[in-house]
C-alpha cells in the first residue's frame, strides 16, 4: 500500500537558519502530495501541496518540489523563525478516494 | 465559515469503559474521516464517510470501534470497550467542495482540534 516516510526529529535550529525536512513516498499511480502543520494546541492544517510531477508548492516561505524520480517531497524554508516551531507531516493522497496517508511527523523547535 | 468541531477535547476512562466522540464538518463538505493519532505519530485513517456511506473502514478495529453518520453531516465514534493502547488523540476531518462553491475537492483535508483520549 501507500507509505510516507519522513526524517525523524526533533529538529532544533536557531532563528534565520535554513530548514530541510525530509520526505519520501511510495505509491501507485501519481498521487498529490502535502505537507500539513500542527502548531502547539492547535489542529492540523494544510501548509503547501503539489499535485503533479516537477510541481512546487509554496506557502509561508516554506518550499517543497513534486520529483516523481526520487518520489521525494523535501520540505524548505531558507529563513526560519520561532514562530515556525511546529510538528510537520508529509503526507500523500490518491486523488481517487482522497484518504490521505501521513508520515510519522518532524517537530521543528527554533530557538531565538 | 466555521471549521471543524469536535466534541470532547479532552476525555479520561478506565480500561474497558466506553467513549464516544462527536464531529460536525464544514458545512456542504460531504467527505467525513476519522483518523487516529498516537503521541509521536502521524494520523491513522480509521473511518471515511462519503455523505453517509462508508467509503473505506479498513482499519477500523470493528470488535471495538463503530462509528456513523447516520444523516450525512454530524457523525459519532465509540469506543466499546476501550483498551490502554486506545490512548490517543482522535481527528475528524472533512473534505469539500462545499456550499460556497469552491473548487472541487484536491486532496486537501480540514481537520477539527481533536478529541484527546486517556484509557487509564
Known amino acids: 500500500g501507500d507509505s510516507v516516510t519522513q526524517m525523524e526529529g526533533p529538529v532544533t535550529l536557531s532563528e534565520e537558519a535554513f530548514l530541510t525536512i525530509n520526505c519520501t513516498y511510495t505509491a501507485t499511480g501519481y498521487p498529490s502530495l502535502f505537507w500539513y502543520v500542527q502548531y502547539p494546541g492547535e489542529g492540523l492544517q494544510l501548509l503547501l501541496k503539489?499535485?503533479?510531477?516537477?510541481d512546487k508548492g509554496s506557502n509561508k516561505g516554506f518550499e517543497a518540489t513534486y520529483r516523481k524520480e526520487t518520489t521525494s517531497f523535501h520540505l524548505e524554508k531558507g529563513s526560519v523563525q520561532v514562530s515556525d516551531s511546529a510538528v510537520y507531516f508529509c503526507?500523500?493522497?490518491?486523488?481517487?478516494?482522497?484518504?490521505?496517508?501521513f508520515g510519522g511527523g518532524t517537530r521543528l523547535m527554533v530557538k531565538p | 465559515e466555521a471549521g471543524v468541531a469536535q466534541s470532547p477535547r479532552y476525555k479520561i476512562i478506565e480500561k474497558r469503559q466506553s467513549v464516544a466522540f462527536w464531529c460536525n464538518p464544514i458545512?456542504?463538505?460531504?467527505?467525513l474521516y476519522w483518523y487516529q493519532q498516537i503521541l509521536g505519530q502521524g494520523p491513522k485513517l480509521l473511518i471515511q464517510?462519503?455523505?453517509?456511506?462508508?467509503?473505506?473502514d479498513s482499519q477500523l478495529p470493528k470488535d471495538r470501534f463503530s462509528a456513523e453518520r447516520l444523516k450525512g453531516v454530524d457523525s459519532t465514534l465509540k469506543i466499546q470497550p476501550a483498551k490502554l493502547e486506545d490512548s490517543a488523540v482522535y481527528l475528524c476531518a472533512s473534505s469539500g467542495p462545499g456550499l460556497a462553491g469552491e473548487s472541487p475537492n484536491t486532496g486537501e483535508l480540514f481537520f477539527g482540534e481533536g478529541s484527546r483520549l486517556t484509557v487509564l
Open positions: 503539489a499535485t503533479k510531477a516537477d
Open positions: 458545512s456542504g463538505h460531504a467527505t
Open positions: 503526507a500523500l493522497s490518491d486523488n481517487a478516494g482522497n484518504m490521505l496517508t
Open positions: 464517510f462519503q455523505n453517509n456511506g462508508v467509503v473505506d
